[in-house]
């Protein structure tokens, strides 16, 4: 029996009518559904539910969302080898491949193992606070330094591999992949980067100087970036979505994660035409 395990975003308009389309697509077919307990009793398929989806052999993932319902579920199972299939019904979807006007082919095409699966890199997160060494994430995206709502700019010094590069006055800093350079980074002036390269990209944000720029580095550099502030309204996010409060004196150190995520692509969707319909909409 092929199971998929589904990880919809309830909080998305119309998720409970995706979810009807691929119940009723699957249900004479030889799979199994499962979603979270939670989602499962809200969307009206309880009976779709278990309460640790993560504790159960799945053999891919498929969310119901946007990018961030994407990445979030690509953390998750990324340490048991699943990959994961998006269906944008969010913004922007640039990750997410499944539109809802392709969704029946597209699930047939799942059936039938009509797809690739891209490796993504990862990069993870330690802190050190004193002496003590902690790890605290991973994301695919990006992780990032930054100051709270109402809070004074950071001083940020960025060493690479031990060597210092700068000591930025910012609002903070972003250390993404190549898959995250179409996030945040992008934003904050970085460029775009193939997600097919293995790089790191390093990016400050509001910089209080006119020579800081983005710096793209090897996958096996590690981050370093030492704190100083004089308040206490520091964060340290995961692909925007998880967080952990960051104190003055702190060191967050980046690099290369063990773990790789696996998104799902069909053949008909290129990166550059993506880039294109996403992006740059009208042009």
């Excluded at 979810?19 to 499962?40: C, E, G, H, M």
């Excluded at 946007?66 to 953390?75: E, P, Y």
């Excluded at 580095?217 to 981050?223: F, G, K, L, P, R």
Aim: charged share 20%.
């Amino acid at each position: 029996m092929f199971t998929i395990g589904v990880f919809p975003n309830t909080n998305k308009a119309n998720a409970d009518l995706v979810l009807k389309r691929i119940v009723d697509f699957y249900k004479t077919k030889k799979v199994k559904l499962l979603l979270p307990q939670k989602a499962a009793n809200e969307l009206g398929y309880a009976y779709l539910g278990t309460e640790n989806l993560l504790d159960e052999k799945i053999d891919i993932g498929l969310t119901i969302g946007g990018d961030g319902t994407l990445l979030n579920a690509c953390r998750k199972v990324a340490d048991r080898d699943i990959p994961v299939c998006g269906i944008n019904i969010g913004r922007l979807g640039f990750l997410a491949d499944i539109e809802l006007t392709e969704l029946e082919s597209k699930l047939d095409k799942i059936l039938n193992n009509d797809y690739r699966i891209e490796e993504r890199l990862m990069i993870a997160a330690i802190i050190k606070r004193d002496s003590a060494m902690t790890y605290v994430g991973s994301a695919i995206n990006d992780i990032v330094v930054t100051k709270g709502g109402f809070a004074r700019m950071l001083t940020l010094g960025l060493s690479i591999d031990d060597y210092l590069i700068a000591n930025y006055q910012a609002d903070g800093l972003i250390v993404s992949t190549s898959t995250g350079s179409t996030g945040y980074s992008l934003s904050a002036g970085g460029p775009i980067i193939n997600p097919s390269l293995k790089l790191l990209l390093v990016t400050p944000i509001c910089p209080h100087t006119l020579n800081a720029r983005p710096m793209i580095i090897s996958q096996d550099e590690v981050v370093r970036i030492n704190i100083a502030a004089s308040h206490t309204d520091i964060v340290l996010t995961f692909d925007g979505q998880d967080s952990y409060h960051l104190l003055p004196g702190d060191e967050v150190i980046v690099k290369k994660s063990p773990l790789i995520a696996q998104i799902i692509k069909f053949e008909d969707k290129n990166y550059y035409h993506t880039m294109r319909t996403k992006l740059w909409k009208g042009n």
